[in-house]
């Protein structure tokens, strides 16, 4: 399917112009009218790439951007400003935005940089297929585990943490991330909940689960995961 973009834009003739000309490449549209809004919208849609204005009410592009990033999502970032300083553009990136467009602009240019963002991230995205941890294998396409020949039985969510876990590249996942990619934006659990389901699955893959040799507590941050061999 086409990718989807959102576009967090509170002015509403440039919104619905830069929707129109998106809509009319192929791409699947969403928009919000202000920041807060939009980040709203991003957590709960997870578009493939925002367009994201710096001047907004309620949220400004720089705090949804770094609230984004803070929250774990790699989502790429096209800031849109009326602002050229050079102090502008280097704080939208220090925040996390991957590329940077001041207006006016043309949409030859816009769908470029569009265009090579996307391939960027899909790039980055290597499709996991298994997971060995010691003497346990996980399968994340058949949704099973095993040690040896003993069959594990792990939950949609344990599949889903030891997923995001295994992802990151040996780097934290902080509660609130797991949170939102597991729970999602609509549930509402606690911090604690992540800390139990780490607790159970530990027992589960973990010979010694109060010394654990792959799952690893990050204190003040979260969890990662000690890799083993990854496909």
Known sequence: MNPRLLIIEDELPMRTALA?????EGYRVLTAADGRAGLDRALAEK?????L???MPRLDG???????????HAVPVLMLTAKGQIEDRVKGLDVGADDYLV?????EE????????LRRSQKALKPLHTLTLGEV????IQQQARRGKKLLHLTAKEFAMLRLLAESGGEAISRDRFLDAVWGYTAFPTTRTVDMHIATLRGKIEKNPEKPRFIHTV???????????VR
């Open 47 to 51: 578009p493939d790439l925002i367009l």
């Open 137 to 140: 294998q996980i399968d994340f």
């Open 219 to 229: 204190h003040g941050v979260g969890y990662r995961l000690e890799l083993g061999d």
């Open 110 to 117: 816009l769908f470029a940089r569009v265009r090579a963002l």
């Open 20 to 24: 129109d000309a998106l809509a009319g």
């Open 103 to 107: 207006k006016p602009f043309s949409t």
């Open 62 to 72: 720089f705090a949804v951007c770094s609230e984004l990033r803070r929250l774990g």
């Open 53 to 55: 204005d710096l001047m």
